[in-house]
């Protein structure tokens, strides 16, 4: 306790010393007279001035150590500031407000390679991977523009062995009075292998819906297919338990099930057609022969029906590689469904049109009833089919066909006004 006051006692010491001293000499050697108010006065103020001094001396050193000890407090805690930093797993970074790195953790020499003396005044944008380098450009912009406080944005920083780290970047942003940009302070973390599991969950989650998907298909089709074939069973059992009874042979029930027996084998030739591995050889065909051979075989069914088949050819050949006869069922399908849609009397127009340099589209148009919009979206399902006796698998089977063709199919229809529908082929340009 009494170190707190060394400079007190000390001084007050070496003023009773100095003053009996100074008193002996002049007073008893020297032999003056004392003068009470003057000699009193005068002991008195310097007695104060000693004891002022001896305090300031006390209070300066009290404050020096207490100086000392802040200085020691304050560097024991940027030590251990320095440590923290130096040992987070995130990258922590400041710039100034031209952009130039003045601080950076050891945790940028894990994530990029670089060493921190080597970035630090450099600007922070070198670091971002060229193809993000618009990102960097338009978070300055934003910065500078539209003074966000804050800022988060995913980027890719350069790696020095090449090629590049995709980080998560926060920041904070502080302004000077006049609101310019005066520094900022943020965080880098490397998010690859949450991207990496994020895109893996995605990939999950795409299969597992494909997978049901193709699962729920496939239960349709089982249900579409059990129908189809269940029907002429039921009737083919029914007819044949109907001659076991009579004990003899009915002709007309015979014609029944040979029908529901035909019935059946047209249901699994369509499935087959669909089903068999499509490796078909594609060979150059002119599309108008193709079309002229398919007319000339639906022309006795046209002319039946009383329907007009116009048929607006080109000048010259129009090449497509082609699968002759599978080409040639895909039109037959099609123009036999029209002309059984427009029954009796009717227009069909078949019109070829190179609007396209690569492409050839061919218009089957014809004016008859059109088809609801709610069906149209069902049209090329299997098993789906508006006849009453359709199997459903006439119009799947074209789109199949001219998917392997790498063409398309589109369907327009007005009801009352009639049916376009548009196959798309690749048109051959060259000579093999």
Known sequence: MLKNYYGRIIATTFFIIAFSVWNIIYYGLNGYRFNIFLDSSYTFILAIIVWWLGSYFDRSKLLYE??????????????????????????????????????????WVNLTGYKVHECIGSQLTFFIYHEDEWIGNKMFSDLTDSKKATMRQELRLRKIEGGYVLVEMNCKVTYDSFGQLFSTVGTFTDITERKQSEQEILQLNENLAKRSEKLRVVSQLSAAIAHEVRNPLTSISGFIQLLNEQK????????????????????????LTLSKPQTVTLKKYDLIQIIDY???????????????????????????????????????????????????????????????????????????????????????????????????????TCFKIIEIHKGKIHITSQVKKGTTIELILPQYLQDE
Not at 79 to 105: A, H, R
Not at 253 to 271: G, M, P, Q, R, T
Not at 294 to 313: D, E, G, S, W, Y
Request: hydrophobic fraction near 40%.
């Open 294 to 396: 398919v007319l000339t075989l639906i022309k006795p069914m046209a002319q039946k029906h009383r329907i007009v088949i116009k048929f607006n050819k080109a000048d010259t050949p129009i090449w497509v590689l082609a699968e002759e006869n599978q080409l040639k069922l895909v039109f037959i399908n099609i123009i036999k469904n029209a002309i059984e849609a427009i029954n009796y009397e009717g227009v069909i127009e078949i019109v070829p049109s190179l609007a396209c340099h690569d492409f050839i589209s061919i218009y089957i148009k014809d004016n008859g009833p059109g088809i609801p919009e709610e069906i149209i979206k069902h049209i090329g399902q299997p098993f789906y089919s508006t006849k009453d006796k359709g199997t459903g698998l006439g119009l799947t």
């Open 66 to 107: 207490n100086l000392r000890k802040s200085e020691e407090n304050i560097k024991k805690l940027l030590d251990e500031t320095d440590y923290i930093f130096d040992n987070l797993d995130q990258v922590v970074f400041q710039t100034d407000k031209s952009g130039q790195i003045t601080k950076l953790n050891q945790a």
């Open 248 to 271: 003899q042979i009915d002709h007309e029930y015979i014609e029944i099930i040979l029908k529901e027996i035909a019935k059946i084998e047209l249901v699994i030739a369509d499935l």
